[in-house]
Antibody, heavy 117, light 110 residues
């Protein structure tokens, strides 16, 4: 059974940093691209970032480019999102998502990030 | 990276059909056969229901179908059931290794 379990969310002050992690199981981790998707409670889904299976290729939404870094540790079946210079508008539930043919076939349960003073 | 345009809401009675549009541009929806659709119930993670414009993952009822014409993708839910009441989002590859979601549509079963 495919499982994606996010962790690392919490309350952080504006300008601060946070590192999200996603522990994956139930599939051959390094064979799949992975995404981070966020959702402000009560609002829509927003694509944040994607990393290829071997970690060689990354991409970002304009809203986070230069502040967020996606990475993966294929030895530990773990995906990360390093978030720096956080802003109030980054407050959201962050989902770890597996890519299948440019679609998101498996989702984690999400972790809430709150940026507030 | 502008969000794809979806109607805020759509409704139908049980047994009827409802169709949701997802309007993009030639740089995203119109340029690639990489449109997918998601169903999200309150408090839950989204669920993939259509990928590659028309394909259904295993376990998704054939009441759900997808199509595309030009820069507009569509999701049709036939034979509406109470459990279909949820938010629905489209998603597309947008070139240059980026992706974009639609604004979301709330489907109401009357």
């Amino acid at each position: 059974e495919v499982q994606l379990v996010e962790s690392g969310g919490g309350l952080v002050q504006p300008g601060g940093s946070l590192r999200l992690s996603c522990a994956a199981s139930g599939f051959t981790f390094n064979s799949y691209w992975l995404h981070w998707v966020r959702q402000v409670p009560g609002e829509g889904l927003v694509w944040v970032s994607r990393v290829k299976g071997d970690g060689s290729g990354t991409s970002y939404a304009d809203s986070v480019k230069g502040r967020f870094t996606i990475s993966r540790d294929n030895a530990k079946n773990t995906l990360h999102l390093q978030m720096n210079s956080l802003r109030a508008e980054d407050t959201a539930v962050y989902y770890c998502v597996r890519d299948y043919s440019a679609a998101c076939d498996y989702w984690g349960q999400g972790t809430l990030v709150t940026v507030s003073s | 990276q502008s969000a794809l345009t979806q109607p805020p809401s759509a409704s139908g009675s049980p047994g009827q059909s409802v169709t949701i549009s997802c309007i993009g541009t030639s740089s995203d929806v119109g340029g690639y056969n990489s449109v997918s659709w998601y169903q999200q119930h309150p408090g839950k993670a989204p669920k993939l229901i259509i990928y590659e414009v028309t394909k259904r993952p295993s376990g998704v009822p054939d009441r759900f179908s997808g199509s595309k014409s030009g820069n507009t993708a569509s999701l049709t839910v036939s034979g509406l059931q109470a459990e279909d009441e949820a938010d629905y989002y489209c998603f597309s590859y947008a070139g240059s290794e980026t992706y974009v979601f639609g604004l979301g549509t709330k489907v109401i079963v009357l």
